[in-house]
């Protein structure tokens, strides 16, 4: 890999996709930061940094013959290979919650977000960040945060986890191909409260209802009170408990 190493940064990602538009970016550049003051989630929600605790870092994969349509298979193979490095740390009771975030217990332990560069109607290339909680003793103000010391009990080396999972993800890109069934199962299976009774809301009400999986292009899949199947897109649906 050419890792690029910074002091400080507002966002990996930023930093990575102004990159691509300077430079003819070598595939697999990884952006590593040590501290960062304007982490990104999904959809513009913030993410907790703490120097030499957190780890933040942002990966560059080009792509050839992967359609728009495909897109969230992206977050798939990396949602499933972040879940398979924490497994090896000894990380217990790991979950992805749809669509993004890593789960340790009921607690988030590790964001993913992945933004496309499009071309017509293929991605040519994507950024991943990742955000990951890794020797952070505590989390003020923020109850369902943890990381992987909490979540383990033991020390981690920051190099080490960073090295694993950026060396990981990028792998796996590289023999990544989108029409992938068996790794849609594979995230359906890993999805945190599947086929449990969960509350949510929408824009409307809040309801009971049971998530079943996910859509090709993303979507969650609930089944609600009257046994009838919805799906929903992103920021169309919020699980509370």
Known sequence: MNVIKLSAIGSTNDYLKALCKETDLQDGT???????????????????????????????????GIYVDHQFAIMVQVSLTLLNCLEQFGIPDLA????????????KLCGILVENQLKGSQIKGSVIGIGLNVMNGSFKGLPKATSMLLSAGNSFDLEEVFSTIAEEI????????A?????????EESLYRKDQVSVFSD????????????????ELRV??????????????IKLLN
């Open 223 to 236: 089944e609600i009170e009257d046994g009838t199947m919805k799906s929903y897109r992103l920021k169309e």
């Open 96 to 107: 992805i919650k749809w669509p993004n975030d890593i789960m340790a217990g009921d607690k």
């Open 179 to 187: 029409d992938h069934y068996h790794l849609f199962k594979m995230y």
């Open 170 to 177: 990028v792998f796996c890109l590289n023999h990544f191909y």
């Open 30 to 64: 990884v952006v590593l930061t040590e501290e960062q003051t304007q982490g990104r989630g999904q959809m513009g929600a913030t993410w907790f940094f703490e120097p030499s605790k957190s780890l933040a870092f942002s990966v560059f994969k080009r792509f050839d």
């Open 203 to 218: 824009q409307n009400e809040q309801f009971n209802g049971i998530i079943r999986g996910v859509q090709s292009n993303g």
